[in-house]
């Protein structure tokens, strides 16, 4: 599996080259994105290619030296579970936080 990236995404494609995975992550400030969206086609569900994006994403922030703040639900619930990448957050205790007063299902899956 290899992941494709650029300064604002990572995504996954098919043999046709059509996307069927994403981490949207915009620069919301010089050195710092946002972990905004992520998203898995159906066909790929319960294979965990959500989290390995996202890990992929956050090696590759930790790598190039920049940090990451999070909207996208999935991505809160990930960094909780994945204390190790606290570095790769701008503000881990206010991460934390996010995750402690998410409910519900996390996004990641395209309907």
Same mark, same amino acid.
Not at 20 to 48: M, N, R, W
Not at 67 to 89: G, N
């Given at each position: 599996?290899e !992941? &494709?990236?650029n300064e604002?995404?990572? *995504?996954?494609?098919?043999? %046709? ?5 994403l981490l949207?992550? +915009?620069e919301?400030k010089p @050195?710092v994105v946002c !972990?905004a $969206?992520?998203e898995?086609s +159906?066909? =790929?569900?319960?294979q @965990?290619? #959500?989290?390995?994006?996202t890990?992929?994403a956050a090696?590759?922030?930790?790598? %190039?030296g920049?940090k990451?703040?999070l909207?996208?639900s999935y991505?809160i619930? *990930? !960094?909780? &579970? $994945?204390p190790?990448y606290? %570095?790769? =957050?701008e %503000? +881990?205790? @206010?991460? #934390? =936080?996010?995750?402690?007063a =998410?409910? @519900? +299902? #996390?996004?990641g899956?395209?309907r």
């Amino acid at each position: 599996m290899e !992941f &494709k990236s650029n300064e604002k995404k990572m *995504w996954l494609e098919d043999a %046709d080259g059509r996307e069927i995975a994403l981490l949207d992550y +915009p620069e919301v400030k010089p @050195g710092v994105v946002c !972990f905004a $969206h992520t998203e898995v086609s +159906p066909e =790929l569900g319960g294979q @965990g290619i #959500a989290a390995k994006i996202t890990q992929a994403a956050a090696d590759k922030l930790r790598s %190039d030296g920049r940090k990451a703040v999070l909207t996208c639900s999935y991505a809160i619930k *990930w !960094f909780s &579970k $994945h204390p190790e990448y606290a %570095d790769v =957050l701008e %503000d +881990p205790e @206010g991460e #934390a =936080l996010k995750a402690q007063a =998410l409910a @519900g +299902p #996390a996004c990641g899956i395209r309907r």
